[in-house]
């Protein structure tokens, strides 16, 4: 029995708006392979204005390492003072936003891209992920599309989110689970 | 006391046929850099001749984004209209076998590779892995040696498959096990 | 309200003593791009001896695979016969010790970097990390700041390895515990 899937009837168009034309892609490709995949050490400042230029929202003091992978820059908000480690991956096929003064470490991957997997035709689903102010996704941790990351929440190294963290939780495990309070004050 | 394990004895010849002679290993590395692990928007028909060309079976449709690291691509079989996503890692030394519209997202990891941890020279202890048709493995998903993926299986973003997995099933965890089913019509 | 955190406030040099001045790591940066993160397959001995040049430890025997990122090569020490798989990620902020005749798999990420998230300045609380002796870290496994996998341990591939291991046990999940013994004559 064949499978029912039918990849070959998906159609990108649909439940996807690109937002810009082909040509604005093409050239926010090019700058990502010299500027932002590339370990080449260019200033983080260099990388913060390319990516406003392309339509960010991006904050003040925010800090950009090499080696990042952004999928469109017109669909990603950055706050102030927001740290983007080595190797992150933001497939963001609909909007990211990062709070002021959240940090994304390295390896970790915001993923809004999905598949309806109960159409054959595999349309997309992809969904928006919030990550709250102050809030800290560890190395490796994945984010899972339509995912809010409540504000100052940690998602500890190496975790699944697969669903919305309330705020100021230390949060671990695949599933992502809340675990203890951030702060000490509240612990009681 | 010493370690018992003797990496210095492990012998890379036994338990592994390369399956070609070192030119040609070489030669595809050398293409292996350039066209598949370069992050250069080369068309995925091209990547799909030189796969071919090196031995791999692939069938109509394929879609192969940049960024993907093949190990041995005449150690592949992809069918028709299979995705591979940026950043998927298919560490084939056994065969890598990919049913038709099956779908490999991003940063996933389908790794054949492991040793026997009991025998103190570290032998190869490869197994193949094979992923259904229409089957789906999640962003940032690992598959391990040995594992058959069922037919139409969803493997969720983030699942770490140890064991092999039924058909139509969606599949989650770390490790991932067999949670509900794909299809409404099966699910009662 | 606005975010407690104030990344703005974090200082780099505190709870970091980096090991060398911005010439010899700006240096090392360079050789890194080239000889390590590249995919061009220099000889294994060759990254050897730059890394014995900057300062690491390095026994005989050791294999480097290419695509391997290692922070700081003078916080590094690698026993006799390691090897280090493609893709390796060691963010060595503090100390990572490999014993001999260990092995580091593909897409493993050895994580020595750390905040006091219960700081609101968020200051490093990087921690060492030691791998014993014939010790074997699974393919994309994850090991956290401050932990030892016991001499012989095995972590299974994709394990998340957040408190230390026993030495001679198979360990496995996220988090990442002991399962099984090792060796079959301590087994019984």
Tied chains: 1, 2, 3.
């Excluded at 990502?32 to 929202?57: C, D, E, M, Y």
């Excluded at 809004?112 to 109960?118: A, K, L, S, V, Y």
Aim: charged fraction near 20%; hydrophobic fraction near 45%.
């Amino acid at each position: 029995m064949p499978t029912r899937v039918r990849q070959d009837l998906f159609d990108p168009r649909r439940g996807l708006d690109r937002g810009r034309g082909r040509a604005v892609e093409a050239l926010w490709y090019a700058c990502k392979v010299v500027f932002f995949l590339s370990a080449f050490p260019w200033p983080s400042a260099l990388r913060v204005w390319l990516l406003r230029r392309f339509g960010a929202q991006v904050g003040r003091g925010v800090l950009l390492k090499p080696r990042v992978n952004i999928h469109l820059p017109w669909k990603l908000s950055l706050g102030d003072h927001v740290w983007i480690g080595e190797e992150v991956f933001i497939l963001n096929f609909e909007t990211v936003t990062v709070g002021a003064h959240a940090c994304i470490s390295q390896r970790a991957f915001l993923c809004t891209g999905n598949h309806d997997f109960r159409d054959v035709t595999m349309p997309y689903r992809n969904r928006p992920i919030v990550v709250g102010d102050g809030a800290w996704i560890g190395a490796q941790a994945l984010v899972a599309p339509g995912v809010t990351v409540g504000e100052e929440a940690v998602v500890t190294t190496g975790s699944v989110v697969t669903r919305s963290l309330p705020p100021a939780m230390i949060c671990s495990g695949n599933p992502c689970v809340p675990v203890t309070p951030r702060w000490r004050e509240t612990a009681g």
